[in-house]
C-alpha cells in the first residue's frame, strides 16, 4: 500500500519568501492534517481537513498560512511571507477516519534563512 | 491545564532494564489514544494503540487510567534500539476528532 507522499523533502528560502508543500494521502483516507513540528517538540496541528471541508484550523497563522484540499484528495500548504521562526518540519499525515489512526509522510524540512 | 502533557526526558536507561513514560491528558471525553514512536529525523509511527482494558505487545504494554486521566507506556527488556522519542496521541472530542500530540518523551538506551 503507497503511503502518504510529501514534496519537497527539502526547501531552503529566504525570509519574506514564499513557499508551497504538497501533499498525497493515502487513497481513500478522508482525513488530512498538516502538522508543523519544531525541533525538540511535538508535532503541532496546523490544520485538518475531513474530505475537502476544514474542520480545525485554529493553530493556523492565518496572515501567513493558507491551505487546501481540493476534490478532498492532495492537499498544498502556503506559507507567505515566510519568517525565520517558520523553519520546521512540516508533516502531512491521513487517516481513514477522524481520530482513528494517522499515518505520516516524510515531512518537508523547511530552512527560512 | 495543556491537553497533553509528557515528561520530556531523557531517560537514559540501560540495556535489559524496564523503563515507564506517563501522559497527562485533560479531556475526559476522550476515547481513544495512541503510542507513537518518532526516531531522529524521521516521521512518527504508530506503536500501539490504547485500549481501556489496556494493551500488550510483546515488551510493551499500554495502559489507560481514566480516573487519573492518564495513559502509560512500559517497556521491559530495554533493547539500544529502543532508543527514539516516544509521543502520546490524545484526539479530542468536540464535533469533531482533533489529533493532539504530546511533546514526546526521549529514551535513550545506554550499552
Known amino acids: 500500500e503507497a503511503g502518504v507522499a510529501q514534496s519537497p523533502r527539502y526547501k531552503i528560502i529566504e525570509k519574506r519568501q514564499s513557499v508551497a508543500f504538497w501533499c498525497n494521502p493515502i487513497s481513500g483516507h478522508a482525513t488530512l492534517y498538516w502538522y508543523q513540528q519544531i525541533l525538540g517538540q511535538g508535532p503541532k496541528l496546523l490544520i485538518q481537513?475531513?474530505?475537502?471541508?476544514?474542520?480545525?484550523d485554529s493553530q493556523l497563522p492565518k496572515d501567513r498560512f493558507s491551505a487546501e484540499r481540493l476534490k478532498g484528495v492532495d492537499s498544498t500548504l502556503k506559507i507567505q511571507p515566510a519568517k525565520l521562526e517558520d523553519s520546521a518540519v512540516y508533516l502531512c499525515?491521513?487517516?481513514?477516519?477522524?481520530?482513528?489512526?494517522?499515518?505520516f509522510g516524510q515531512g518537508t524540512r523547511l530552512t527560512v534563512v | 491545564r495543556k491537553e497533553v502533557e509528557q515528561d520530556p526526558g531523557p531517560f537514559n536507561v540501560p540495556e535489559g532494564a524496564t523503563v515507564a513514560f506517563n501522559c497527562t491528558y485533560s479531556?475526559?471525553?476522550?476515547?481513544?489514544f495512541f503510542w507513537y514512536r518518532q526516531d531522529c529525523r524521521k516521521e512518527p509511527k504508530l506503536l500501539m494503540s490504547?485500549?481501556?482494558s489496556g494493551n500488550e505487545d510483546g515488551r510493551f504494554t499500554a495502559q489507560l487510567n481514566r480516573a487519573s486521566q492518564y495513559i502509560s507506556l512500559l517497556i521491559r527488556d530495554s533493547k539500544l534500539s529502543d532508543s527514539a522519542t516516544y509521543l502520546c496521541v490524545v484526539p479530542v472530542s468536540g464535533g469533531y476528532q482533533k489529533v493532539t500530540f504530546g511533546t514526546g518523551t526521549k529514551l535513550q538506551v545506554i550499552p
Open positions: 479531556n475526559s471525553a476522550s476515547q481513544s
Open positions: 490504547v485500549y481501556s
Open positions: 499525515a491521513s487517516s481513514l477516519a477522524r481520530g482513528a489512526e494517522a499515518f
Open positions: 481537513f475531513q474530505n475537502n471541508g476544514v474542520v480545525d
